[in-house]
């Protein structure tokens, strides 16, 4: 009897209508085109303009977009995890309106939090309920509101992040394709080097944290690069070597679009030539939660059945990994 793995069989997206382009952010900031283009790799990012809407509007489109795509009876729908680092607010789970307002009434849901790792672990934790027999269907979306937590008067930052989400579908399969292993870590020195000081416990939301600027994003941009270069490279090359895979057997590689010099890292160390690797930094930014559903979204026509392919993130924390997955359908 082969044992049961969980296998992605559906994606969805959903992208805000606003560009935000580098030549709009040269009028807004002291930066311009070519020196963004040369560090980042970034071209434009979408932003979410509707007012009122938070995190969660993004992930009941990029939710209701697999939906329609699969024919999907949100009935059958058993768990709703929303990976998130912007969710709408403290204490109310997105994840549970979200999963309400797409109708999927007999589902249980919860938001998930690691940075911009949080859909790689997301991915770990969507399997690790289907593989236990209990569960059929989880609907698993990234999706971030970059834009709310963004100081667009700091061009360390703005440059970078951009809005918007997107989901998979998780289930069960008896062929030995979906994921086949994984290898995730963290390091708590992260908190130094990537975060937003206030509005948490340790800070609470106060008139000076808001007129200092404390609900921004702060990054130490140089730490933080190097952490993720050495970390995002170690992991997928570890993955591949306890998996026994050369460069020739990874058909894709799925890396976290953070900056394009660690993409370009990461897969030099994994000696995988650039045609594998999947990218649409230059036009989306770094979406957070959501960049590995968006790379499966843009990627999906290029997908065949039992395609290897190795997914690679790091974020604020530290949080960080690399997960081997089998591709499950042609589409």
Known sequence: MNKKTAAITAVGAYLPDFVLTNQILETMVDTNDEW??????????????????????????????????????????????????????????????????????????????????SFLYGMSTASSYIESGRYKKVLLIGADKMSSIIDYTDRTTCIIFGDGAGAALFEPNDEGLGLQDEYLRSDGIGRNFLKMDAGGSIMPASEETVKSGKHYVFQDGKSVFKFA???????????????????????????????????????????????????????????????????????????????????????????????????????
């Not at 939906?67 to 990976?83: G, P, R, S, T």
């Open 36 to 117: 963004i283009t040369t560090r980042t790799g970034i071209k434009e990012r979408r932003i979410l303009k509707e007012e009122g809407e938070g995190t969660s509007y993004l992930a009941i489109r990029a939710a209701k977009d697999l939906i329609a795509k699969k024919n999907l009876d949100v009935n059958e729908i058993d768990l709703v995890l929303v990976a998130t680092a912007t969710p709408d607010m403290l204490v109310a789970s997105t994840a549970a309106y979200v999963a309400s307002e797409i109708g999927a009434v007999n589902a249980f849901s919860y938001d998930l939090s690691a940075a911009c790792s």
């Open 229 to 331: 270069v050495s970390n995002m490279a170690d992991v997928s090359a570890k993955i591949m070597e306890r998996n026994k895979l050369s460069h020739d057997d990874v058909q894709w590689l799925v890396p976290h679009q953070a900056n394009k010099r660690i993409i370009d890292a990461t897969a030099r160390r994994m000696g995988v030539e650039d045609d594998k690797v999947m990218m649409n930094i230059h036009r989306y930014g770094n979406t957070t939660s959501a960049t590995l559903p968006l790379l499966l979204f843009d990627y999906e026509k290029q997908l065949k059945k039992g395609d290897n392919l190795v997914f690679a993130a790091f974020g604020g924390g530290f949080t960080w990994g690399s997960i081997y997955l089998k591709w499950a359908y042609n589409s």
